[in-house]
C-alpha cells in the first residue's frame, strides 16, 4: 500500500531553533518533493529529491532511499518559516500520481 | 514572467448544480496537474496532463468529476451535479516537462475555493 506519512503534525519553535521535519513512505519512490504552504494557501515547491542531500539557504532537505525516509531541516528558524510543509511522493508503482502527506504545521515565535 | 493562474478564486454554488474551474498554467509548461485539498485534510491528486498524451485520470473520485486539456494550453475541471463533499480547494500546477518519474518542479496556482451548499 502506498503511504506517506509526516510528522510532527505540529511544531511551535523559539526563534533560532533548528527544526527537523519527517516524512517516511512505504514502498519505493522515483521522486520525493517538499513544499511549502503558507497561511495564505499559496503553495511553494521548495526541493525534489531522489537522492542524497539538498540545500537552499537555511532550508536542507535529507532523504535515505534504503530507510525510505526523507527530512526537511530549518536551521536558524524565523517566524517568517511560519507555514505548512507538505511531503510529496511519486512511487515507482504509481504512474504520474503524487500522494501527500498531511502536512507539519510550523509556528515560530519570536 | 507570469505564474499559473486559476479562476474564479472563489465559487459558491448549490448542491446539484454544474461547476467548471479553468487553469491557465505557465506558458510553455507541458505537464499539469490538478489536485483538490479539503479542509483541513492533505492534498489528493485527481489528474495529470502531458502534452498530447491520454491524461492519467487515476485520481478522479467519481464519474461527476472530468477535466479537459487542449494541447498545452488552459485547462478545465468540471464538476457535475456538485455535493457537499465536493467543497475543497481545487488547485493547478504545472511543470516544465516530465522525465516520466515526476521530478520536475511544480508551480502551484492560487487555487479556486469552491463551496457547496
Known amino acids: 500500500k502506498n503511504e506517506v506519512e509526516q510528522s510532527p503534525q505540529n511544531l511551535t519553535a523559539q526563534e533560532g531553533e533548528f527544526i527537523t521535519i519527517n516524512c517516511s513512505y512505504s514502498?519505493?519512490?522515483?521522486?520525493l518533493h517538499w513544499l511549502q504552504q503558507h497561511p495564505g494557501g499559496g503553495i511553494v515547491s521548495l526541493f525534489m529529491?531522489?537522492?542524497g542531500k539538498k540545500k537552499h539557504g537555511r532550508l536542507i532537505a535529507t532523504i535515505n532511499i534504503q530507510e525510505k525516509h526523507s527530512s526537511l531541516h530549518i536551521t536558524a528558524s524565523h517566524p517568517r518559516d511560519s507555514a505548512v510543509y507538505i511531503c510529496?511522493?511519486?512511487?515507482?508503482?504509481?504512474?504520474?500520481?503524487?500522494?501527500f502527506g498531511t502536512g507539519t504545521s510550523l509556528t515560530v515565535i519570536p | 514572467g507570469a505564474g499559473v493562474s486559476q479562476s474564479p478564486s472563489n465559487k459558491v454554488t448549490e448542491k446539484g448544480k454544474d461547476v467548471e474551474l479553468r487553469c491557465d498554467p505557465i506558458?510553455?509548461?507541458?505537464?499539469l496537474y490538478w489536485y483538490r485539498q479539503r479542509l483541513g485534510q492533505g492534498l489528493e491528486f485527481l489528474i495529470y496532463?502531458?502534452?498530447?498524451?491520454?491524461?492519467?485520470k487515476s485520481g478522479l473520485p467519481s464519474d461527476r468529476f472530468s477535466a479537459e486539456r487542449t494541447g498545452e494550453s488552459v485547462s478545465t475541471l468540471t464538476i457535475q451535479r456538485t455535493q457537499q463533499e465536493d467543497s475543497a480547494v481545487y488547485l493547478c500546477?504545472?511543470?516544465?516537462?516530465?522525465?516520466?518519474?515526476?521530478?520536475?518542479?511544480?508551480?502551484f496556482g492560487p487555487g479556486t475555493r469552491l463551496l457547496v451548499l
Open positions: 500546477a504545472s511543470s516544465l516537462r516530465t522525465s516520466g518519474r515526476g521530478q520536475e518542479t511544480q508551480y
Open positions: 514502498v519505493g519512490i522515483s521522486a
Open positions: 529529491l531522489s537522492s
Open positions: 510529496a511522493v511519486r512511487f515507482e508503482n504509481t504512474g504520474n500520481q503524487f500522494y
Open positions: 506558458s510553455g509548461h507541458t505537464a
Open positions: 496532463f502531458q502534452g498530447n498524451s491520454a491524461p492519467d
